[in-house]
Structure formats: structure tokens, C-alpha cells
């Protein structure tokens, strides 16, 4: 921004980490406006730091910036304290580069990482000063969109959004901005937009489906409008070589949660893992090849001036030529002092090999996420990870001075009983003695596990959706199972909050009629849910009560298989029949190979791409 | 050390870039003297970085007009290429004005000339008000240290304050210490002001200069 309003400026003043909110970042694009056709303010629903370390924000920028008529700029929540001060400022909502207030821009677009933020979006709009619900905005202005991976689900948000992007944006949202300009010349109107913006693969538009409930307050059907498609697919980005990705982004100039370069080496996952939304939405499993991945590594350190980079994916062990992939990478980046890391470790393929070739891990700790504490369950939820595996690994952790390992855990996963519960501090004891039983652990320091168990949430397009999540009792008495007992020597137990769990599994598997929800919370002045100083459970249960609407229809009740879901018409390729199957292969405890060992033919390969056509 | 040579980078850190801390800043001039492919000095620890020691640092909020960094260079280097390289890599609110050889080391930093522009509908008014409190015996404001809170007597520091008016602003100019043998921050006048005076205008604050004990620029 050049200049700041004077109010601003007093803003400024009485915040912490002024630097959130003024831009001005190396880098960042700043456009001419008379030059520009179309504007986007892409919003992301969280505070500065945290945005500015997601990856999708930089690509999308990136890729809308370089056409020389769109121009997108950042925009993020502001902290509690700073949305005070603009309140009683009257400063509205605006973007970093051009200073601008939101409502000026063309598109308002918001990532939907996780549900804990959907209170943030209306509180955005209202900061904005743009209504909430997409029937009040009439003109071919301002249009609300959102893409990301809770967009899967996006019916407690359908009222509010005039349209959502399926799958991978960097494609379809460039063409939904050309089609917006040429209505705009065409002088066509906001709902003539929508009803063409419909017909393109990959694009959601609520307003053209009716939804019709049953008498027990299940999904009737959905019915489409006005030629929108029966079925939306979403769209996926067939080869990762060719995809748009940014040479460049802002640096932040304060310390951001992820403060280095990152490069997305692969999209999808091989695994499989039952409770894992990503593993299912991100199919088929795309890899970049060696040469795209080196040079945009090389592009963006030379742009950016960072000196670690992340490769970064849902599990970038899984690369298959990733030996091959750091031996490239270390030609130039050792000159340069520029660390790689990873960002997450597998159980089964941790070696000291891998570990030298990284300098990501600090001596103090290692995480490592088995998931669950006993085989069974292990098995239940396709982790294909054994407890041999898991010792193995850590006794060669300690041989190379590590002393300290995490371990994450969920709770509250289907077919689970107090004995899977103990397994897990049996797990988290049988850690500490492979430590005293390792001769080349590390002399005169002591081993320290910490358990970390978070409430599981069954997420649509998993074969977890059908699954009733543990009421709020249950997942305590599980809390206290791990806690209560006194925990093994040199371990220590935590947990997250099941309240925040219970929420988001609401809102996760949610239907249209949670809007209304959503718009009382706004109205309550709830927002920041996932901040613990801002979480408010009993103002929550108030909300649903005004609505007469009951959390616990979402959350705790298990489906039957023939019942009709919200996203039903949504269709990311995995077919719910495939999922079907793995959900009673879940409760039979049997495993499922990961997509490189055999295709379990889930669907994917509809999208022609990756590893469902390039063999494994 | 061999042939390392230091040299003084001076600065303006204003705008968007007032508001980032001051290790925030030496996180952006790191990666911009990496960018600038200067032959920069690495320290020699187990985790090596850029060797760079700051003047004096500024608080969050407060605008520095001529503020200064060393760092060494490792071969030869044209002063005027550096200072552009680095120009080039910073955000652009940090501005480099010009790389020097130093002369003076950084203990020998005493004073700062800072520049308070502070908000009135009517200046005059308003720097009547302030010589009225200056003409007290003692200005008391509680002053935030590491230890907790204790009152200090800040008459003594701007006693010497000059002024001058623009129309809706009082513009105040202070010579105040700022160095390693002990700082006032400026922004207790203004905390002085709404104690005793009950005023809060708004205020900018701006560092113009770096100065040595007999009042010359640090250089």
C-alpha cells in the first residue's frame, strides 16, 4: 500500500504485529488500475501468519497476477484486536497491495481449509460491508466464490457463496474470471453469469439445486435448475509438469508459521488411510518430475531469497525417485546454504540415509503419526504401519542421538475400545524401552515420548462418512483413560479439545439448512473458533438452539448406506460405491494395498491422469 | 578473518516497514543480501548466517530516516554497486541510501534526533500545553522495563525541545539519549501528555539521525 488512511494509521498503533496488516512485501503485485479488468481480493479466513505459510494462496496468486488484466491481491482476517479497532474506526475490510476496501473488487475469494473458519468468512463479509447471503447481492459485482478442500461439503455454506470451485483451481477459476469479463462487456446479469459459469467442469453453483429433506430431517434429493448439470466432477489438473506454478510471491517481512520456500513435488496420495479426507479428494496420485521440481526450486529461491525450501505434499516420502530427486537438488543447494525439509516422515520409510540428506529435523525432536495404538485398529483405518516397523525406527532415531519423539494418535475411530485406548500408552511404554534397550543411545540424556491424541471427525468422501462420531461423553472418558491413569514413565499424554471436534464434524458432513446456523453465530460475534481464547461452545449450542436445529443430527449419527448426502451430487471420481466397500472392509479389519502394490479401482482414473495411467 | 572487510549500510525503514520489529528486519536484510550475491561474511558457528549488527534498534511504530547496519564483505566491492544490489532485493519501504566505510563503532551511538509529529486541531494551543507540563518540576510517567514498572522524571530529556507549526500538526524536534549507555523513547512525552495533560493526539514518530556524544552524526 503507499498511502494509509490517517485512520488506519491510528489503527496501526494500538495492534500487535502491526506488520499483518499494512503489505508493502518484496514481491508483491501491485497493478496499475487502469490497466486492470477484473479484480479479486483472495481471502484467507485466518490471521496473516498462517495464510501467508499456505501454499495454494501463492500458486493461485501467482497464476491469476500473470494475466496482465486480473489482478489479485491478499487479504486475511484481522485479529481480534485489530477487527476492534476498525470497527470503532469505521476502516472496512481491504486488501494489502492497493490498499483498497473489498467491496470494490470483482471477485471476493475465500479457501475453506478447515470448517473451524467458516465463522471468519461472514465476519470478513461483514467487515467488508457486503451482505451475506448471495440472493442480497443482485448485481454482477462482488461475487463470492470458494474452492479448497472443504468445498467437498460446501452446503452449510451454499446460501452465502455464489459459486465454489471443485478440486484443483489453477485451471477452471482463470476461465470463471474470463467468462465474468466477457459478461461484464456483454452487459449480461449476475444470474445469466452463474448459469453459464455452471456448465463448466469443476464449478458449483448452490442457487441452481433445490434440496428437498425427508421427514427425518435426511437429504431427499437435490434437484438441478436452469440446465446446471445433474452431477458437478471436479476438475483435476491432469499433468503436474505442465500446472501453473509461481516463480515468485510476497515475502512476508514478519515471521510467518511456514517461513521458507515451498514447492508441491506431488498431489494426491498412494496411501489410502481411511480417515483421511485429502488421500481421497487429491486422486489420482500426480507426481512432478525431477526437472520441474529443480527448477521451480531454483526459481523461487532465486526470487525469494530464503534459504530453507520444503518439499512439500500429503507425503513426500511416497516421491518415487526421491533419493534420486535430493541428489539433484543437493548440486546446488549445498553452495548456496540452502537446507530441504520434509514435512512429514513416514514410520516405514525413516532411514539415518534420509535423515543426513535432510537438515529439516532438529536433533530435539521427531514425530511420527501412527494414528492408532493397536494393530487391529491400525488395520481398521488402513495405517499400514506395524509396531516392529514403528520400533525399528525409533531404535535407529535413538542410535542417531534423537532423545525425543511425538507421536500422534486419534481418538473416537470407528470399531474403538478402551483396550485400543490403553494401546496407546502401551505404544508410547514400548517406545521408552526400546530406548533403554538401544546400546547406542545417546549417553547422559534421558528419553521423553509425548502422546498426542486428537478426536477423530469423519469427513465426506471418506469410507468414514457413513460413521456416527463418539458423543462428546465418550470421547472424554477416552480423554481420561489416557490421562487419568498415571502415564508410563518419561511419557506424557496430551489431548485436543473434543468441543472444537464435535463442531467440526457438524459442520464437515452439514447441509444447507446450517447456513442459518452460521449466520446466528456471525451474529452472536463468534468468529476465530479455532483460536482457544475465542472459542465459545455454550454460545454455540445457543445458535443451534435458535435455529432448532440439532448438532448432534450431524455429528453422532451413523448413516445407513442407501441414505442420500449432501454431496451427493459433488463427484470428486472416488465413487461411493468403492467407498462403501472400504467402510466394511474397515470393520473387518482388513487392509487395502496402496495405489502403487494394485488399482483398488476407486474411480480416479476417470481423470487420466498420474498414477492411474503412468503404471506405478 | 583473513581480508574480511566491514562496511556500513545506511538505511530508511518507513511506511508499511515502520511496523515490523526489529528482528523481523534482520530477517529481510538477510535474504536480501543473500539475493544480492554481495560476497557477504558468514559467521563460522555450528549454524552459519549473515554476519550483520545494527546501529541502534527502532521501536515498532517508529520511522527511521537514517539508520544504519555493518556487515562484511569478504572480497573487493564497489561501495555504489552494493548499496544498488541491495536496493534492488529490499521490500519497498526499506530503502538503502548509501554504503560506507565506518569510522565511528556503534558503542560510540549517544543521541537520537527524533522528529514528533503529533495531530492538533490547533498547535499552538497545543504546545502551550506541552510548556506548560515541561514547566512543572517533575514529569513523572511509569516506564515499562523488564523488571516491571517505575516511575521516571522525563522533564530532564526535553527540556531542549524545539517546534514548529503545520496547519492540524504540531511538529516537535528532540535530541534525546539513545545508545548502549541508556535510551528515552520519545513516546513518553506522549505518554506524559495523557497522564498529566489528559491530551492524547495522535502521533508519528520519526528517527532523523544517529548521533556521537558531542552532538555529530554518527558517521
Known sequence: ?616 | MGDVKTVRVWFQKTGAAKYISHLDLTRCMARALKLSGLPVWYTEGFNPHIYMTFGMPLSLGTGGLRECMDIRLTEEASLEDAAEQLRRHLPQDISVLSVTIPEDPFDAVAYGEYELRLEAEDPESLWQKLQELLAQDVVLVKKRTKKGEKEVDVKPHFTQIESRTLPGWLVLLAVLPCGPQGSVNPSLLLEALEVHKNLRPYGEITRCRLLKKDFSDIR
Request: some cysteine; aromatic content about 12%.
Open chain 1, 1 to 616: 500500500m503507499s498511502m494509509y488512511p490517517k485512520e488506519l494509521e491510528r489503527a496501526l498503533l494500538n495492534v500487535q504485529k502491526p506488520g499483518r496488516y499494512v503489505g508493502g512485501e518484496a514481491l508483491s503485485m501491485v497493478k496499475d488500475k487502469k490497466d486492470v479488468e477484473v479484480r479479486f481480493a483472495f481471502c484467507f479466513p485466518d490471521i496473516y501468519e498462517i495464510g501467508m505459510s499456505h501454499l495454494g494462496i501463492k500458486i493461485l496468486y501467482g497464476a491469476f497476477n500473470q494475466i496482465p488484466y486480473f489482478w489479485c491481491e491478499r487479504v486475511f482476517a484481522p485479529w481480534i484486536d485489530m477487527e476492534a479497532e476498525m470497527t470503532a474506526r469505521g476502516v472496512p475490510l481491504y486488501a494489502l497491495e492497493s490498499g483498497d476496501p473489498v467491496k470494490d473488487f470483482d471477485f471476493i475469494g475465500f479457501t475453506l481449509q478447515y470448517e473451524l473458519s467458516y465463522t471468519n468468512i461472514l465476519n470478513m463479509l461483514k467487515l467488508a460491508g457486503i451482505p451475506l447471503r448471495s440472493a442480497d447481492r443482485t448485481e454482477l459485482f462482488n461475487i463470492v466464490v470458494a474452492g479448497g478442500p472443504c468445498a467437498c461439503n460446501p452446503e452449510p455454506l451454499a446460501d452465502f457463496f455464489d459459486l465454489f470451485f471443485l478440486g484443483d483451481g489453477e485451471e477452471v477459476d482463470l476461465e470463471v474470471m474470463e467468462l465474468y469479463r466477457q459478461c461484464k462487456k456483454e452487459g449480461a446479469s449476475k444470474k445469466e453469469f452463474l448459469r453459464r459459469a455452471a456448465q463448466i467442469e469443476g464449478v458449483y453453483v448452490p442457487s441452481l439445486y433445490e434440496a428437498a429433506y425427508n421427514p427425518d430431517g435426511t437429504v431427499k434429493s437435490y434437484t438441478p435448475k436452469e440446465g446446471a448439470p445433474a452431477t458437478v466432477r471436479k476438475s483435476s489438473v491432469k499433468d503436474m509438469d505442465g500446472a501453473y506454478f509461481p516463480e515468485s510471491f510476497p515475502v512476508p517481512m514478519i515471521e510467518v508459521v511456514h517461513d521458507r520456500v515451498s514447492v508441491e513435488v506431488l498431489r494426491g496420495c498412494i496411501r489410502g488411510c481411511r480417515f483421511c479426507q485429502a488421500g481421497f479428494l487429491y486422486r489420482p496420485f500426480r507426481e512432478k518430475s525431477i526437472e520441474t521440481i529443480d527448477r521451480q526450486c531454483q526459481a523461487l529461491c532465486a526470487s525469494t531469497g530464503y534459504d530453507e525450501i520444503s518439499l512439500s505434499s500429503l507425503s513426500t516420502s511416497d516421491y518415487s525417485r526421491l533419493n534420486d530427486l535430493l541428489d539433484q537438488l543437493h548440486t546446488w543447494t549445498e553452495d548456496q546454504k540452502i537446507s530441504l525439509s520434509l514435512p512429514s516422515l513416514r514410520v516405514d520409510n525413516f532411514s539415518p540415509e534420509l535423515m543426513a540428506r535432510v537438515n529439516s529435523v532438529r536433533k530435539s525432536g521427531l514425530t511420527f503419526a501412527p494414528e492408532a495404538g493397536s494393530q487391529r485398529l491400525r488395520d481398521v483405518i488402513n495405517k499400514n504401519v506395524t509396531q516392529e516397523e514403528l520400533m525399528r525406527t525409533v531404535t535407529v532415531a535413538f542410535q542417531e542421538g534423537w532423545t525425543r519423539i511425538k507421536l500422534y494418535f486419534m481418538i473416537g475411530l470407528p470399531t474403538e475400545t478402551m483396550e485400543d485406548v490403553q494401546a496407546i500408552l502401551e505404544l508410547g511404554q514400548a517406545v521408552v524401552d526400546a530406548f533403554y534397550q538401544c546400546k547406542d543411545k545417546p549417553k547422559g540424556k534421558a528419553v521423553e515420548v509425548s502422546l498426542s491424541a486428537a478426536a477423530f471427525v469423519p469427513k465426506p468422501f471418506t469410507p468414514f462418512q457413513w460413521f456416527g462420531q463418539d458423543s462428546m461423553e465418550v470421547l472424554q472418558e477416552k480423554q481420561r483413560e489416557l490421562k487419568g491413569k498415571r502415564p508410563p514413565r518419561r511419557v506424557s499424554v496430551s489431548y485436543h479439545g473434543a468441543q472444537t471436534s464435535f463442531l467440526e464434524a457438524v459442520f464437515a458432513r452439514g447441509d444447507r439448512r446450517l447456513c442459518a446456523v452460521l449466520e446466528k453465530a456471525a451474529e452472536y460475534g463468534l468468529r476465530m473458533d479455532g483460536w482457544d481464547e475465542c472459542f465459545d461452545y455454550a454460545k454455540w449450542l445457543e445458535a443451534f438452539a435458535a435455529c432448532g436445529l440439532d448438532p448432534a443430527f450431524y455429528a453422532n449419527r451413523q448413516r445407513n448406506f442407501d441414505e442420500v448426502f449432501p454431496w451427493d451430487h459433488l463427484d470428486y471420481g472416488v465413487t461411493k460405491e468403492f467407498l462403501m466397500e472400504e467402510c466394511k472392509r474397515a470393520y473387518a479389519a482388513q487392509t487395502t494395498p496402496n495405489c502403487r502394490e494394485k488399482c483398488s479401482g476407486c474411480g480416479a482414473s476417470c481423470f487420466k491422469g498420474g498414477i492411474c495411467v503412468g503404471g506405478r
